[in-house]
């Protein structure tokens, strides 16, 4: 569909703050150990489910969701769930659910969660508060490993759940799923990957650490810690009204929404591509700005009241910079409006934490498989091949989607999956839109993986590199890494070699 045609949808969760949304649940883990060493103590994780488990326990679906959704599925996948043979998600057929993960700040354990295990008590203005800090700073790296060994729990233990009928997901939720059937591989019968990869890319790494900066670089930062800092009578504990436990309200402490606004203002960049900006706003510049409903002394760093730690000259200047209504493009309006929500429904800490849990994926670390040539791990080269060899473990029946425009994670990171896993299909969605197009092309998403799970689509069988030496297809990924596809195929002789284009 060209791109004119289409608009650029709206930030696609409804959420308008932190905390457990309405209708998710919560259950405790007594003590959940990580893959660091170590424990969360009674440790919450926030979950929805849709339809019926059947009396074996094994018609269940697990969804992941995106690095910042919650678990609400039928807010950002609506067309994919729902009764009846024409959604992937049939909820006369499967019993659906979705975990919030690790990190998160929609109601899994998080730097907001209270820490049962903390001697400090907080701030707060009560002198007679007995109540925890929140882990704040000392809440401890979460990797991919450590979701899947929590979300598992979670469905054996609270759910009754017996074998996963699928695993799916898209982006975060699509390493989620890849991790739980290298992790369980016969608790899991078959895979939706959709826009994801086996190894977190570099590309990728450097963008969320420069977005991570930003957080870091706001004043209010804390070392992460910010929120057990209160300040004066607004410091005093409250009640979450959904689950009962004793948390800080949100605005209750000063927050790193001015990085975190940046943050997302780069990130949503990323999620598209430079066609689709372009074709939306052409260098107009804007008539009806978002931001003219706010004031200009309550936007993102303006209002001094919300930072007694700057001056007024720092003041100043950010208003200076920031504050150009009467002369601002509309790609500028459009990602400061983004960053404006953003900092409403989600946290600084919990963003960053998350970020480095996509960074931890590596479906091959730490892993033998029955093909390893028994090369030293320590090569980047050797790194691909024992992540290539885990995948060709995996009998799953899968369907691997990836987007011919994806800038976050290149169509090649997909079809590398393809290549390695023994029982695989791809399929390209074709649009301008960029990475969110897991999240805007959901129409033909559910048609053509409605067509798969019943055995109707037979989509691109990327298999000729199955059967190769596995040394020789790692050396030409590195050279397709480096080169590209197009530019491999007509100068490198390993990638002829081994078959690897159709």
Known sequence: MPVESQTIPDDHMKADRVGVPPGVSVAHLPSFELECGRSLINCPLAYTTYGTLNSAGENCVLVGHSLTSNTNVAEWWSCLIGAGPNRLLDLDRYYVVCVNYLGS????????????????????????????????K????????????????????????????MAAGGSMGSMLALEMAASYPDFVSELLLVAGCAQHPDWAIGLGDSQRFAIYSDATWQHGDYMNHYRGKRGVCAKDSTTGSEVPEIHEYPRPDKGLYAARMAAMLTYRTPQSITARFARQKHQKPELDAVPNSKRIG????ENE?????????GANAYVRDNDLFSVESYLRYQGEKFVKRFDGACYAHLT???????????????QDSGVAMHTESAKRERCCNIMKDLPHRTLVVGIDS????????QREMALCMPNSLLHTVKSPHGHDSFLIEIEELNKVTCEWRDGKYFGERVTECNNSDTRDWARAMDEVHK????????QTPSARTVGIFL
């Not at 303006?302 to 009241?305: I, N």
């Open 105 to 136: 700040p929609y109601g899994s354990a998080s730097p907001l969660t209270l820490d049962p295990a903390s001697q400090k008590h907080c701030k707060c203005t009560d002198a007679n508060c007995t109540r925890t800090r929140a882990y704040g």
């Open 138 to 165: 000392h809440f401890p790296r979460v990797t991919m490993r450590d979701n899947v060994n929590a979300q598992k729990e979670l469905l054996t233990k609270v759910l009754g759940v017996t074998h996963l009928a």
């Open 309 to 317: 730690s700057e001056s007024d000259e720092d003041c100043d200047l």
């Open 483 to 490: 080169n590209g596809w197009a530019n491999a195929m007509d």
């Open 356 to 370: 480095m849990t996509l960074d931890s994926h590596d479906v091959g670390r730490q892993r033998i498989s029955r």
């Open 302 to 305: 303006l209002d001094s009241s």
């Open 406 to 413: 994806d800038n976050l994670y290149p169509i090649e990171l």
